[in-house]
């Protein structure tokens, strides 16, 4: 199998680069980010407490979260692969995940992370809160806790996959093609 994890900070182009890599490498895209989303417009029990957390610009709790993720991996039998966008963002999701594939007897095979400068990602995502719905990109408020939050508890697996040797950083800064090919450049040496 080839598991990815896209890795980056919010607003640096995840969503857009996973939905290309799923294509060209005939994976599963599981975006915790979408699942949560989705199941706030359908107003599930799930959608109603993630609700609370995401509108803080904070991170839904672990249990939640992890629970969640295994659920629709579970849920995709016949996948080759997945490419994991905007998940793991904690110590605690990342040991859970390494556990819960290795019982599946497969791994991470790397974490490709997208890399944008602070200033970069604010302009991207109130760009995008005024076309996407999502409140969470309208309010810079909400944007600098995002940010913050990615600073203080996630961007520290970066350190966690490298430990593995398995941390590719990429530049995320350049026209989406440009990024792709930088993003299929490591992949296709790994495959
Ligand atoms: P971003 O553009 O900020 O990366 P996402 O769509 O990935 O946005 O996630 C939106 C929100 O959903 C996050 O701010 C967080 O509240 C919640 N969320 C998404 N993934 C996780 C996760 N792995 N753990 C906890 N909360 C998460």
Redesign the pocket.
């Known amino acids: 199998m080839l598991n990815l994890v896209l890795f980056g900070p ?2 640096a182009g ?2 857009t680069q996973s939905a290309l890599l799923i294509d060209k490498y005939n994976l599963v895209h599981l ?4 699942i ?2 989705y199941n706030m417009k359908e107003g599930t029990e799930l959608g109603k407490l ?1 609700k609370s ?2 509108e803080k ?4 709790p ?1 249990e939640v ?1 992890i629970g969640m993720l295994e659920a629709e991996v579970n849920s995709n039998t016949e996948a080759k692969g997945f490419v994991f ?6 110590n605690a ?1 990342a040991e859970a995940l390494d556990a819960f594939l290795s019982s599946k007897g497969t791994s991470i095979s790397a974490m490709l992370a997208l890399e944008v400068a602070e200033q970069e990602l604010v302009t991207r ?1 109130l760009e995008r809160g005024k076309s996407s719905g999502r409140a ?1 990109d309208q309010n810079p408020e909400i944007i600098k806790n ?1 940010i913050q939050v990615y600073e203080n508890e996630t961007a520290i697996l970066k350190d966690y996959y490298a430990a593995q040797n398995k941390f590719v950083g990429v530049k995320g800064i350049g026209s989406i093609e440009s990024i792709t090919n930088s993003l299929c450049k490591v992949i296709d040496a790994l495959v």
Request: glycine share 18%.
């Open positions: 919010p607003g995840k969503g975006s915790t980010g979408d949560f989303r993630a957390y995401i610009g904070a991170l839904v672990d979260t966008d905007g998940f793991p963002r904690t999701q995502l969470d995002r």
